[in-house]
Structures are given as C-alpha cells and as structure tokens.
C-alpha cells in the first residue's frame, strides 16, 4: 500500500483496526479526540463515546473480558478520572487485548496542567509504550494488543499534542481479524476482592518478569551509536528533537518506557562516556537511571512545557541560528468565545450580578478573560458544583455576593451530576447554571447522552437535563435561552434568591452548530453614544470604530441579538448580508 | 537534499489547517518525506494559531524554533508581525494585507497597531489580498488557497501537483473556484505583485 499522510491520532486508529480492535471507547478531550472519530469510520468496530474516562475505560474492561480487542482514548487528565478502575487492571489482566491511550498535552496547549503519564507506568504497573512519530504510532498500536494479551496485563500508549497532531507517512495495512477468546469464569482473576487481589498482586510480579523481558527485546527500542563522547536516552516525540538539535550524538530510543529494559541502557551506557536523558516535563528516564546505579549527568533541558530542536540544542551548548528581530508592543490574541455564543448572556448576566462564578472546562472557561471577566475559578472536570457548595458552607465568599456554579452540559454528564447529589443531600442554597449548548463543543462538537445522538451519529434517547434534576431533588429549576437577557438575568436573580439548590438550564445550541443565520446586525452611526455596553460583551464581531463608536463585522454577526438587547439606545439595527466573504474555506 | 519548512500563521478559524494539509500532501505526492505540526483545541477559538510542515529526503522534528522557517505565511497582519522572527533572514514572507482585530483591541484596551505594513516591507513582505482574490475567483472562502498560490510561487512543485491535491480535498462543489483560487494567488506573484 501506498504511503499516507496521517496524524498520530490517526495513525492510532489506524493502527487498532489493524489489530482487529472490536471496541473503542472514550471520552473526547484534546489532545486525543481524533482517534475515535477516525476509528468510527471503520468497518468491524463498535465504537462509543461514555460519559467520561472511567466508563470508558469499565466499559473496555468488559470488552475485554468477553474476550474482544478494546482501545480506551482519554486525554491525560482523563485517567486521572479513570484511575480507579486502572489501579486494579493490571491485577486482573485481560482478556482480549486491551490498550489504553493516553495523550499528554506539555506546554499546555488545551489543559489545564501539564501531566507525565509515563509515571502511570510504574504506579498501576502497566506496560508503558512511546511511539515517536505517525508511522511507530500505527505499528505500536497494532502490535500493542497481542502484547497485552501475551502478558495479560494491559498496555498504555502515551501520545503527546506533537504526536497525536502532528502529520507524518505511514504505511497503512490490512485489517487481521481477531478471534475472540470466550468468556471463561474466573473469580480469581476478575474478582479483585483481598483475597484474590492477594494472590494476584503475586501473580503480577511474575508478569511484570516476562514485560521486562519484552521491553529488552522490544523492536522498537533502537541503539543508535555514532559519536560516543554523548550517550542520550529519549523517548517519543523527543527523539525526533534530539536528532535534529544533535545530530552526532549516540542515542539509545526507548519504545517501551515500563518496564525499562535494564539490560539494553546498561550496554549504551557502557558504550558512551557521558550518559544523559532528554525527556520532556518529568525526568522519569533521569530517576530510572540514577536508581540503577548509572552516572547520568543532569542537563539544561527544561522541564516545564514543550521541548523543541532548539531547546534541547541550546541544553547542550549548541549556538542558536541567526534570527530576524521580534516585533514588540503586539496586542494578544488569546482565545475567545465566538461570535453569537449563548454562553456570553449568561456571563454578561452573572457579571451584572456581581456573582462569585466557580467554573468549570469546556468553552465557557474563556468568560474568565476580558472583558466577561465573569468566573473565579476553573480546577477540573465538574469541580464548579462542589466547589460553590464548599464556599457556601464556609460561610460563603465574605460578602452578600451570591455563588454560583457555572457547568456545560457535557461536563455535566461528565462529572456534575454527584456534585448536585451532594448539594442536595447536604442542603447546600447553591445556585447551578447548566449550559446546554446541545453538544461537547471545545473538543470539535462531539455528542454527549444530552444530545440525542451518538458518535456514530446514529439517533440516541436525549436524556432530559431538567428530568435528571428535578430526579436529584432539586425543586427550584427553570430553563431559559440565554440569547434573551431579560429572562436570563431575572432567572438567575430568582434562583440565586431561593432558599435552597437550584439549577438555571440555560439552553441555546452551539452559534457553530447554526447552519441558517438570520441576517447580522448593523451600528446606526447617528444613534450610537459610544457608551461602550455592547463592546463589553467582548463578541469578536463588534469593535470600536476609530471614533469610539461601536461597529459591526456583518462578516461576523450571527444575527443572536444580544448586543440589540444591551443598546439602550436602539443603535443597532438589523441590515442585509451585503457580502458574504468568510474567512477561510 | 535538506529539509524545507514552511510556517503558516493566523487566527482560528481561517482555514490554516486545510492549507497546511494542502501542502503536506503536495509535498508527499512528490515523493518526498513530510511532518506537519499543528494544535487543535482550544487556540482554535479566535486564538493565534501556527502550523508547520517540514519536508525533504528525511524530517525528523515536526516542530521548529525562532529562525527556522524558510517560508512564512501569514493569514493575517498582526499574526505576521507576531511571527516574523521565526523565519530565516534569507526566507520569503507571504502576507495576506487584511486585519483580524484581537480581543483587547476590539474591547478597546489595546490600540489598533499602526505601522504593520511598512515593518513588514522592510522585512521583505508580498502582500496579497487573499479575500480579493478569492471573491474574484468565485469562492469567498478559499483565500487560504489563494495564499497556497502565492507560497506556490516560491516552491519548485508542479502546478498540477498543487491542482491535483486541492481538487482531492476541498468540498466537491468548490473545486473549480478553489482551483482559480489557487491561480489568482500564484499569479500574482508571477505577475511581479510580489515578487521578492
């Protein structure tokens, strides 16, 4: 076949189908969303998104224990959520092969922290592999399988954003059926209750034996010896740093970096005189190494965010090339909630109010920029419900200012839903405002059980927001559209009034998720005060004009009408689309 | 043969992605190894955004540093001001000649940056006007494959590689305005428009 231009993430998919993967399950999360999307697409497969990681990961425990090949995607964060199940996975091995992708995110492109999810490794004691580019990505993935299955313990796969969407060739092959092993009984080995576990925890010892020995003949762990005089042990995407900054060094690239193969550093390391690691975010090769007894020197190379050529060259002395000048005093272009986003009457409301907002991930979290400057907190997936309800009952925030919760409705079904259990059952007086902008939007509009759809698109039961809700005990719920600010701001100023848990729905689909615009809005020059009201709801369609006057991009406006709403001077007014130029195809 | 890389550069949402996997493919066509770089997420929201494709007889980063883009090409104004600096002081600067005013400005805490244009001469820019051009060529939204046009110029592929990629990927109904798209904007580079 054909040389092919994939992504990582692709590759990935790729890679599983190969390998007769049965299941794929997950939950979207950048930067690891792309591989079921592109796994859906196969024949053979039957692919979900869960609510979140940990029943994704439950639910490809039990595509393995039936026997079938089962892949998991989550981004790093994600297997924090899905650690539970895990930590006792490696206890009770497989049945059909089961791979785990993790996708680390350094430098933070789209996180919220900066993880190293190679330490998983060791901690659940699974068998770790780094591919360093699209084409090891597809042949990882595949042979990942019957090495699970080979050692009954299950394998993770650590991608990072440079992997999983960065592009490179590969040579996609055909898919090999996998015959599913029946299901045996086996309270030995699935039931991990002390007794068993006992017994297990033993049994994994001589597992994690024969994973050594694997790892020490690993295909894709390569020495590379070419200068001596500089030995680097690297894995990932960092190799591909490493030869480009230093090109005569000697590198030993890790594929498998749990176990390590102890053997094959110890025999580079007895090859070269100075020993390093290059690894990007924690030194877990470093550590490994210096455990063993090896002198590895420490180096210069960052460990915060995302490594380069250049970083790693200017650790080791390499002099930079000659650059152009930087251009300074340029305005920030930070992210920003699109124009005729729903999310926007809700903060603009909550701003007005003077709420303290705990917040939440997912689009909504870019209302803690200017000008919304409307939410005071942003921890974890589904940490805005508990966390109002710990202000609330410390007393609250110092002040008569009302707390509230701001969620999305994917993050909703993701983690909020023991939030407002707990809320409930401890008789919080937190207000909750669920947006449901009808998908999961800041990962590229992927389904959720909200939706009424599923990731193959097939049609879905749209479990009931309010229903849920209500079914949790909570009395005091309404359901607004936020594009209309009246209602929304006299919703919330009810619910935040009430002596009790309530929830705002604030539901209004996804301005992205619009196919029929109505006509945008215009700024009628002779009427508008340049007050300032509209440019602070921060829409990109509208700007200041050189006079100070409010003006409208019609290339922009989705005609939601908010600023209409926000003019007291009935300066905006409705036109026709005069031309219809985008910006880009 | 060493490795070229070209940068692409501009704001989420304009079509850097699909102008970055236009290339990567024409690129491999040729028969020639390709990495490309690119972040979805959450920049992908009106935020900054860069894409890199390396190509040559072996690439091994995907990603580069300051200075090491023999091409730029720039979506946008002030993303070329932004990013000037990571291109070689021998390489060439596209830049399509149209403003996408940032969050602080449209707020107003920021003033509209003046002198862009002539900073960006001095560095040796070819201005386009990629919507211009596109409008003329019947499709408003592929001035990202005008720009392709215009970095066509400067790369030694086949016309009929770049027409035979972007027919595969570009929508079927637009591939003829995205095909006269991609004239436009390499014609206007031969025609001296931009010549360096």
């Known amino acids: ?58 639910v490809a425990i039990g595509a393995s224990m039936a026997g079938a090949r089962a892949l998991v995607t989550m981004k790093h964060v994600g297997l924090n959520v899905a650690s539970d199940p895990f930590m006792a996975l490696a206890y009770t091995g497989v049945g059909g092969g089961l791979v785990i992708v993790v996708a680390d995110d350094p430098g933070m492109h789209s996180s919220q922290n900066e993880q190293d999810s190679r330490n998983w490794g060791p901690f659940g004691k699974v068998v770790v592999l780094e591919p360093s580019d699209s084409a090891e990505a597809l042949e990882m993935t595949r042979s990942a399988f019957a090495l699970s299955e080979k050692l009954d313990i299950p394998v993770l796969l650590r991608s990072t954003t440079r992997l999983s969407h960065g592009k490179g060739l590969v040579e996609p092959g055909r898919r090999v059926e996998h015959q599913p092993v029946s299901y045996r009984k086996s309270t030995a080995k699935w039931v991990m209750m002390p007794g068993m576990a006992k017994l297990r925890r033993v049994d994994l010892d001589r597992r994690l034996a024969a994973a050594r020995e694997e790892s020490e003949s690993c295909s894709f762990t390569a020495e590379e010896l070419r200068d001596t005089s500089l030995g680097i042990v690297t894995s990932g995407v960092v190799y591909q740093y490493v030869r480009e900054a230093l090109p005569e060094a000697s590198t030993l690239k890790l594929g498998m970096t749990f176990p390590l193969p102890e053997g094959r550093i110890r025999e580079f390391a007895s090859k070269v005189e100075r020993l390093v690691t290059v690894e990007e975010l924690d030194p877990y090769l470093s550590m490994n190494l210096k455990a063993m007894g090896l002198a590895v020197e420490d180096t210069a190379v960052p460990h915060i965010g995302e490594l380069s050529p250049g970083k790693v060259g200017a650790a080791f002395g390499a002099e930079s090339p000659e650059t152009r000048e930087a251009m300074t005093d340029l305005p920030p272009r930070p992210p920003m909630l699109c124009a005729g986003c729903p999310h926007r009457g809700v903060f603009q409301a909550l701003r007005s109010m003077d709420a303290v907002v705990t917040g939440d991930i997912g689009c909504y979290t870019l209302a803690a920029l200017a000008p919304l400057s409307a939410m005071d907190s942003c921890i974890d997936m589904g940490a805005s419900i508990g966390t109002a309800h710990g202000m609330g009952i410390a007393g609250g925030p110092g002040s008569s200012r009302p707390v509230v919760a701001v969620i999305g409705d994917s993050t909703f079904a993701h983690s909020g839903l023991t939030g407002v259990m707990n809320a409930v059952f401890n008789g919080g007086k937190e207000t909750i405002v669920i947006l449901d902008n009808r998908i999961t939007a800041m990962t590229g509009h992927q389904d959720n059980p909200f939706t009424g759809r599923t990731l193959i698109g097939d049609p879905a039961p749209e479990i009931d927001i309010e229903a849920v809700v209500r079914a949790l005990g909570v009395a005091d719920v309404r359901v607004v559209n936020p594009n209309l600010l009246k209602p929304t701001s006299t919703a919330l100023a009810a619910a935040v009034a009430y002596e009790g848990v309530s929830v705002v729905i604030a539901k209004a689909p996804c301005a992205l998720l619009t196919k029929d615009y109505p006509d945008p809005f215009a700024v009628d020059e002779d009427l508008c005060t340049a007050c300032g009201d509209c440019i602070r709801l921060g829409c990109s369609a509208i700007c200041r004009a050189k006079d100070s006057k409010a003006s409208i991009d019609i290339a922009q406006c989705v005609g939601c009408r908010q600023c209409v709403q926000v003019c007291r001077y009935g300066a905006i007014v409705r036109t026709g689309r005069a031309c219809d130029i985008g910006s880009g195809a | 043969m060493s490795v070229t890389t070209v940068m692409l550069v501009g704001v989420g949402g304009q079509g850097t992605i699909l102008a970055s996997d236009v290339l990567a493919q024409v690129a491999a066509a040729t028969g020639l190894d ?15 955004v860069d894409t890199v494709v390396r190509f040559g007889e072996h690439v091994h980063s995907p990603t580069i540093d300051p200075g090491g883009a023999d091409h730029l090409v720039s979506f946008e104004l002030i993303e070329a001001a932004r990013w000037v600096h990571w291109l070689k002081p021998d390489g060439r600067l596209v830049v399509n000649n149209r403003t996408i005013a940032p969050l602080p400005v449209l707020i107003g805490e920021w003033g509209t940056p003046t002198g862009i244009e002539a900073a960006l001469a001095y560095e040796g820019a070819i201005f386009l006007d990629a919507e211009e051009l596109a409008c003329e060529a019947g499709s408003p939204r592929s001035a990202n494959i005008v720009l392709m046009g215009a970095l066509s110029f400067g790369l030694s592929f086949e016309t009929e590689a770049w027409r035979d990629v972007i027919a595969r990927r570009v929508p079927p109904k637009t591939v003829d305005g995205n095909l006269a798209a991609f004239e436009l904007g390499r014609k206007a580079c031969r025609e001296g428009a931009c010549e360096l």
């Open chain 1, 1 to 58: 076949m054909a040389l092919t231009l994939l992504s990582g993430n692709e590759a990935i998919a790729q890679g599983a189908w190969e390998a007769g993967v049965a299941v794929g399950t997950g939950y979207p999360g950048t930067p690891s969303t792309e591989i079921l999307e592109n796994l859906v697409r196969m024949p053979g497969v039957c692919c979900e998104w869960a609510p979140n990681e940990k029943v994704a990961l439950e």
């Open chain 2, 34 to 48: 390709v990495k490309l770089a690119e972040v979805h997420g959450m920049s992908q929201r009106g935020g900054s």
